[in-house]
């Protein structure tokens, strides 16, 4: 059973690119789950998705980020005019229920490391 | 908000050594508590978990016990590898929500 995936592992833009990132969930998982891993931090919650809904976004910049889980095909999280300070490795998890309250296991991807210069 | 706090610095030890990673919470009801393990260039993956007080997770030679009393969720094990050098991460999910918060996470070295 393949794990999260993620693409690209590494992405560099340019200040003012877009950049599109991509998690595909493990095989049955309809919950995904995205954190940011700014440098010497920890992971800090972003954006909780269902097929084609958005769940919780309370960890989401209110400017340029954007997510989505289509019915069909990967979560893409989309961050327009990237500056500098949004160089950081974004991870995707995914579960397959949601039920966070009964300490459901969420299984991370291998992450990507976005480098804005 | 709901909050986890590890202890500061990185952890580099001998070894077979004991390991103590210290990790309180801070959360509304009763949370889920989590340690994640991260190997360098890599994702996280879940090394034990505990969903309710006094609960204690084990894999690998790791355990945390679950202390509602201390608001707490400490990893150890007994003999340590080189092997078993990443970066450890406590993390909590609430009762009323999905996300997961983490702390910031200890570096641990172990030298031969």
């Known amino acids: 059973n393949a794990g999260v995936m993620q693409n690209p592992r590494h992405l560099v833009r340019r200040r003012g690119q877009e950049a599109r990132l991509r998690c595909s969930p493990m095989?049955?998982?309809?919950?995904v789950y995205w954190y940011r891993q700014l440098p010497e931090e920890g992971l800090k919650f972003m954006v909780y998705?269902?097929?084609?809904?958005?769940?919780?976004e309370s960890g989401m910049p209110k400017e340029r980020f954007s997510a989505e889980f289509p019915k069909e095909g990967p979560s893409i999280l989309r961050i327009q005019q990237v500056v500098r300070g949004d160089s950081a490795a974004y991870f995707c998890?995914?579960?397959?229920?949601?039920?966070?309250?009964?300490?459901?296991?969420?299984?991370f991807g291998p992450g990507t490391r976005l480098l804005v210069l | 908000g709901d909050s986890v706090t590890q202890m500061e610095g990185p952890v580099t030890l001998s070894e077979e050594a004991f390991l103590t990673i210290n990790c309180t919470y801070t959360?509304?009801?009763?949370?889920?508590l989590f340690w994640y393990v991260q190997y360098p260039g890599e994702g996280l993956q879940l090394l034990l978990k505990?969903?309710?007080?006094?609960d204690k997770g084990s894999n690998k030679g790791f355990e945390a016990t679950y202390r509602k009393e201390t608001t707490s969720f400490h990893l150890e094990k007994g003999s340590v590898q080189v092997s078993d050098s990443a970066v450890y991460f406590c993390?909590?999910?609430?009762?009323?929500?999905?996300?997961?918060?983490f702390g910031k996470g200890n570096q641990v070295v172990v030298i031969p």
């Open positions: 998890a995914s579960s397959p229920s949601g039920t966070g309250s009964f300490g459901e296991t969420q299984y």
């Open positions: 095989k049955g998982h309809s919950h």
């Open positions: 998705l269902q097929k084609e809904n958005i769940i919780d």
């Open positions: 959360a509304t009801g009763y949370p889920s």
């Open positions: 505990a969903t309710k007080a006094d």
């Open positions: 993390a909590l999910s609430g009762p009323r929500n999905n996300r997961l918060a």
